[in-house]
């Protein structure tokens, strides 16, 4: 019986609550996640099956001062796994919460708060490769040309553009959908 699994999985930087679901019901299943890597490899091992709570956090201040960080989880009673691509990944037993919808966040500003700092860390630099690199390539590399390859540039281009327009979109709606719900 195999012992450990890879599963490949692609979350973007606003699906951080899909991302703890999904590890939360391998968990549920008996597969403990260890690590996830590059090209979205979530690592998992066999374990007995176990209602455990997972939380991202998307801190990079905090890993300036990664032991005091740290600290302050375990402190609250949740183990640390791993940091990747700005979130640090954390877990909990929900038979050691004390409330089944206890979280790292202890109310909805330092959740928000969270959500600024992905807006800060992720979104702002799109923001910034968007306007100044895909968009004027859109528009330079229009079919209008003459070449045959023009045309499958601009697609290139056009697709990268919708792409970002989505990323920005889902990330816009999702930040306004939490920002009423408080």
């Known amino acids: 019986m195999k012992d450990k699994k890879i599963m490949v999985r692609f979350f ?16 549920n299943m008996g597969w403990k996640f260890v690590k996830v890597n590059a090209l979205g490899c979530y690592h998992f091992e066999k374990c007995e099956p176990e209602d455990v709570k997972y939380q991202l956090d998307y801190n990079p201040e905090g890993i ?7 600290q302050m989880f375990s402190d609250c009673g949740w183990e640390y796994m791993q940091d990747y691509v700005g979130y640090s990944y954390f877990r909990k037993p ?8 206890e979280e790292i966040f202890c109310d909805d500003s330092s959740r928000l708060d ?3 700092r992905v807006f800060k860390g992720r979104i702002v630099p ?5 306007f100044g690199v895909i968009l004027p390539q859109l528009f330079m590399n229009s079919p209008v ?7 499958v540039i601009y697609i290139f281009y056009l697709v990268c553009t919708a792409i970002y327009l ?3 979109l889902s990330f816009a709606y999702q930040y306004w959908k939490y920002k009423k719900s408080l």
């Not at 973007?12 to 968990?27: G, K, P």
């Not at 799109?126 to 968007?130: A, C, G, N, Q, V």
């Not at 040309?145 to 045309?151: A, E, F, M, T």
């Open 166 to 168: 989505i990323m920005f």
């Open 114 to 116: 969270m959500m600024n």
């Open 94 to 101: 929900v038979s050691e919460m004390q409330n089944k919808d």
């Open 12 to 27: 973007n930087i606003v699906q951080w609550r899909q991302e703890q679901d999904y590890l939360r019901a391998q968990h």
């Open 64 to 70: 300036a001062h990664k032991a005091e960080y740290i």
């Open 126 to 130: 799109l923001i910034i490769l968007f």
């Open 145 to 151: 040309g003459y070449r045959d390859y023009s045309k």
